[in-house]
């Protein structure tokens, strides 16, 4: 069964502190890997798309990786700000028409 | 460029009430997609379209949710009647083009419909 597993659930982080995001997938065969943010009451927000040949990309403050072999991902956030505070949702395409979505870590960054 | 537009917002009805979205997405998006947000869950995609054809609707509970898209462009999803189980937030996305979803085209949210049933 396709599935994505995010870890931790929940986080709450200094602001200025750095944070790291887990996400496990069992998803085959295996397209893309997509991370989301998604701020309180507004729809998700690309952050980076990720194909099986990649395994960093940035954007920002914010760096993914990807291992396809252990089928691991990872979003790491630099120097978190207070905006940072979202959902963060990952999502891992096996092509075409599907997406699997996993639940989301919530982050909180505090001042 | 105009993002991907819902209307409306936020919308509470009774139960046994019906219910529409709609969305505009962004100019040009042959693939537009329905999914379904219930608090601390990821988005369900309840159906995707292709221009106006359905490519998936799986898991739409076509006893009581309908979806069309005519003319390839905006879409309404539709509840009727209305359960308890149906509050959730609607996102309506759309992409570029479906063929190139496996090379990773990117998937544009809307700010989604938010929905109580009482």
């Known amino acids: 069964k396709n599935q994505v597993e995010q870890s931790p659930q929940s986080l709450i982080i200094l602001e200025g502190k750095n944070c790291t995001l887990q996400?496990?997938?069992?998803?085959?065969?295996?397209?893309?890997l997509r991370w989301y943010k998604q701020d309180t009451g507004r729809g998700p927000v690309s952050l980076t798309i990720m194909t099986f040949s990649e395994n960093t990309k940035s954007n920002g403050r914010y760096t993914a990786t990807l291992d396809a072999d252990t089928k691991q991902s990872s979003l790491h956030i630099t120097a978190s700000q207070l905006s940072d505070s979202a959902s963060y949702i990952c999502v891992v395409s096996p092509g075409f028409q599907k997406l699997v979505f996993g639940t989301g870590t919530r982050l909180l960054v505090s001042p | 460029e105009a993002g991907v537009a819902q209307s409306p917002r936020y919308k509470i009805i009774e139960k046994r009430q019906s219910v529409a979205f709609w969305c505009n997405p962004i100019s040009g998006h042959a693939t537009l997609y329905w999914y379904q947000q219930i608090l601390g869950q990821g988005p369900k995609l309840l159906i995707q379209?292709?221009?106006?054809?359905?490519?998936?609707d799986s898991q739409l509970p076509k006893d009581r949710f309908s979806a069309e898209r005519l003319k390839g462009v905006d879409s309404t999803l539709k509840i009727q009647p209305a359960k308890l189980e149906d509050s959730a937030v609607y996102l309506c996305a759309s992409s570029l083009d479906i063929g190139r979803a496996s090379s990773g085209n990117t998937i544009y949210f809307g700010e989604g419909s938010w929905l109580t049933v009482v």
């Open positions: 996400c496990n997938y069992t998803v085959s065969p295996f397209s893309n």
């Open positions: 379209f292709q221009n106006n054809g359905v490519v998936d």
